[in-house]
């Protein structure tokens, strides 16, 4: 015999990560660094950063706007480093540009994990 009013199934535990908040931008942060390895991740990342932007509120908010700038200035560091590549120092550029990008994201991390807003969201460097 059926169940006449089933029981609506609970929200799964994955549904989080694409709501925008903490859980989802610490998921872009992971993607742009998978990104290093796997080229389309960031470019997930990135989207995903754009659709929940201006969603979360609070502290959240200068991360999303620091991943966005990110990948932007990372894409165009990469870009120039290519370029550049024709020279010997544009291998350097790269391998620059990569511990750059790296250092972003684990500052991005650390702030995330402290429940802080990244103190200059607009900087092109570190800080």
Known sequence: M??????PEAPR????????????????YILYLAGLVIGISGLVGLV????????????????????????????LYFAISAVCALLVIGFVMMFATAVWLIARCVIGLQALSRHEPIANPSSWMLR
């Open 2 to 7: 059926t169940d006449a009013n089933p029981q």
């Open 13 to 28: 535990q994955t549904d989080r990560w694409l709501e925008p908040g903490e859980t989802n931008a610490q998921l872009i």
């Open 48 to 75: 995903m950063a754009y659709i929940n932007q201006g969603k979360s509120g609070g502290f959240v908010e200068s991360h999303y706007t620091w991943l966005i700038r990110t990948f932007w200035i990372g894409l």
